[in-house]
T-cell receptor
Framework: DTGVSQNPRHKITKRGQNVTFRCDPISEHNRLYWYRQTLGQGPEFLTYFQNEAQLEKSRLLSDRFSAERPKGSFSTLEIQRTEQGDSAMYLC?????????????FGEGSWLTVV | AQSVTQPDIHITVSEGASLELRCNYSYGATPYLFWYVQSPGQGLQLLLKYFSGDTLVQGIKGFEAEFKRSQSSFNLRKPSVHWSDAAEYFCAVGAPPRSADGLTFGKGTHLIIQP
């Protein structure tokens, strides 16, 4: 069990540029989540995949954000035309869908700074 | 809609003293409850979870939490804290299994350990 892996861990970009983050979930996990966390706040849910299907999107996820999970394995989160308000840590998490309850495991996060 | 309140933004405890971090939740059905810990600049590590059964749950690093339905609480406790426990602690509530919802987090409690 190698855990949830995210990269890059840190990204500094200029306003208006596009950025992409990658997440590799725990290998047998069929659910994958993206959260955003700003300083002094708890993580906020962005979107969720069951295998390759994106089943839920938060209203926090504007049209500039897009997430994919091709083949139900790794996932990417792309932010287009970045704004300073996008500066945050983007957390990926995964879980195995069980009738007894889902335990969600988080990665180390990807820090985005938009300058 | 589900929500989580962590009333204490900061708590300072002496090393070796006992600890209790408060968490109150709002959820219309049986909640699935979690405590996570986050060190600066890092992702979230699961401390413990409650899905059903015994309302006193044991976690890693000597932590425990008690689910009290009548008080809508899930407080985290540790009998004797260590300097390495200094971190941000998040309580979260999750929807039932097979639900599309992710976790809803509180804003966190920052734990400071003084010598």
């Amino acid at each position: 069990d190698t855990g949830v892996s995210q990269n890059p861990r840190h990204k500094i970009t200029k306003r208006g540029q596009n950025v992409t983050f990658r997440c590799d979930p725990i290998s047998e996990h069929n659910r994958l989540y993206w959260y955003r966390q700003t300083l002094g706040q708890g993580p906020e849910f962005l979107t969720y995949f069951q295998n390759e299907a994106q089943l839920e999107k938060s209203r926090l996820l504007s049209d500039r954000f897009s997430a994919e999970r091709p083949k139900g394995s790794f996932s990417t989160l792309e932010i287009q035309r970045t704004e300073q308000g996008d500066s945050a840590m983007y957390l990926c998490a995964s879980s195995l869908d069980r009738a007894s309850g889902n335990t969600i495991y988080f990665g180390e996060g990807s820090w985005l700074t938009v300058v | 809609a589900q929500s989580v309140t962590q009333p204490d933004i900061h708590i300072t405890v002496s090393e070796g003293a006992s600890l209790e971090l408060r968490c109150n939740y709002s959820y219309g059905a049986t909640p699935y409850l979690f405590w996570y810990v986050q060190s600066p600049g890092q992702g979230l590590q699961l401390l413990l979870k409650y899905f059903s059964g015994d309302t006193l749950v044991q976690g890693i690093k000597g932590f425990e939490a008690e689910f009290k339905r009548s008080q809508s609480s899930f407080n985290l406790r540790k009998p004797s804290v260590h300097w390495s426990d200094a971190a941000e602690y998040f309580c979260a509530v999750g929807a039932p299994p097979r639900s599309a919802d992710g976790l809803t987090f509180g804003k966190g409690t920052h734990l400071i350990i003084q010598p």
